[in-house]
């Protein structure tokens, strides 16, 4: 099996004149969390470098890990994150509340994940709900809680298989996956072929701006290729017929936008959000992305200031989120054992295993329930999800206090 597929171009637009902007160095696997039978085997761990093109204004991880080895067995289950529950939640109200007077209509996941926005709908008759997710572990998780899946990547050739056998859809939507896929034009063709004339696709995605402002270069790995700025979503759906009609932003993953598309009409639709935007992107050049690697490097000198302050007292630290985010983190700034004994994830795909890299063990709640007398610090890792985090130690345990590492370290 190829590890690594090799490009020369931009993957949107194909421009074979794309800057380097950043090197992370050589990193594992954002999410292959290593089992306690393979800590002394040789981890995959691949240099981390993005490119940035002035064409489109797409900042990309330009050399693709095969997806059978990221997807196979994933590691990512979004339904033990309270955020993030609370979040969908609050989607599929607004998703009921659009198609409250319609009936008979059809809804599309790409990405489904173990089915988190799709379970809000078992109860919803007038909604006929399906999943595509390439993951053959996290597809079970979802078909457990009664959805209908296929596990299968979301192409071109997929949507014709997929159109044959269910027809065309209303909506069609997919959350934080727009940046996982190399061939991101077979998703937007497969959109195409599904969609009807007057449906919609939404996608959730990060903002490279909201990206840069809060400095967060741990949100930089493997399997995550794409970084959109507007204008690159733009570029990419013009080429299909598709324009963005809305943009909404929305808090998730530290910092996110809805987009939503229709298929053109007659009469271009002038949308001055999506303007104004755009014109706060003139600013992206070369010497923008110099300023945000000396953050980075700024933010990383910082965080381990405040650790080796903090092990000098002799203060026992521990991590809280086993994220991939955390995967380029702490590989990045080296926050080895010596400063984080364990990482507690409420996941249980993680909990037993190690970070990628470092070997950090992973721990349940349960487990900081029996030691937390014994915890002065907790390093948020998962920071964005830092509000729900805070309020499951502090309930456990009142005098915990917390580093929280972007967009600047701070202990609160």
């Known amino acids: 099996m190829k590890l690594i597929k090799f490009r020369s171009d931009c993957r949107v637009c194909n421009n074979k004149h794309i800057n380097t902007i950043l090197n992370l160095g050589v990193?594992?696997?954002?999410?292959?969390f290593v089992k306690k039978t393979d800590l002394n085997k040789k981890e995959i761990k691949v240099p981390l470098k993005l490119h940035y093109c002035k064409k489109c204004k797409l900042v990309q991880v330009k050399d693709s890990i095969n997806p059978e080895i990221l997807f196979s067995a994933y590691n990512y289950s979004s339904s033990p994150i309270p955020a993030l529950n609370k979040h969908f939640i609050s989607y599929a109200k607004d998703i009921k509340k659009k198609f409250k007077n319609k009936k008979n209509v059809k809804l599309l996941e790409f990405g489904c994940n173990d089915g988190i926005l799709l379970k809000q709908f078992k109860t919803t008759k007038n909604i006929f709900c399906l999943g595509v997710e390439p993951s053959k572990n996290i597809s079970k998780l979802a078909r457990k809680k009664g959805i209908k899946i296929i596990n299968e990547y979301f192409n071109k050739k997929n949507a014709i298989k997929i159109l044959n056998k269910y027809d065309k859809f209303d909506l069609i939507t997919g959350s934080n996956v727009f940046a996982h896929i190399d061939d991101i034009h077979s998703v937007v063709e497969a959109s195409k072929i599904l969609l009807k004339e007057k449906g919609n696709l939404i996608i959730e995605v990060h903002y490279l701006l909201d990206l840069i402002k809060l400095n967060q270069y741990d949100f930089f790995y493997h399997e995550h290729l794409n970084y959109y700025t507007i204008y690159s979503l733009k570029y990419l759906f013009n080429l299909y017929g598709f324009e963005i009609i809305k943009i909404e932003n929305i808090k998730v993953h530290g910092g996110s936008i809805r987009v939503t598309l229709q298929k053109k009409g007659k009469k271009p639709i002038k949308y001055l959000k999506l303007l104004k935007m755009i014109k706060n992107e003139k600013n992206l050049n070369l010497n923008y992305f110099k300023k945000f690697e000396k953050k980075i490097n700024k933010q990383k000198s910082d965080i381990i200031k405040i650790l080796d302050e903090l092990i000098l007292r002799n203060k026992k630290i521990i991590g809280?989120?086993?994220?991939?985010?955390?995967?380029?983190?702490?590989?990045?700034?080296?926050i080895?054992?010596?400063?984080?004994?364990?990482?507690?994830?409420?996941?249980?795909?993680?909990a037993g295993k190690f970070m990628p890299g470092l070997k950090i063990p992973i721990k349940n709640l349960d487990y900081l329930k029996k030691n937390a007398d014994n915890i002065d610090y907790v390093l948020i890792i998962a920071w964005n999800y830092k509000k729900s985090i805070i309020e499951q130690v502090k309930k456990i345990n009142k005098k915990i206090k917390f580093i929280i590492p972007f967009p600047r370290p701070k202990i609160i």
């Open 320 to 334: 809280f989120g086993a994220s991939g985010r955390g995967t380029t983190f702490l590989n990045f700034c080296k």
């Open 336 to 350: 080895k054992k010596k400063y984080i004994n364990y990482i507690i994830d409420g996941s249980p795909l993680r």
């Open 27 to 32: 990193m594992p696997l954002a999410g292959n």
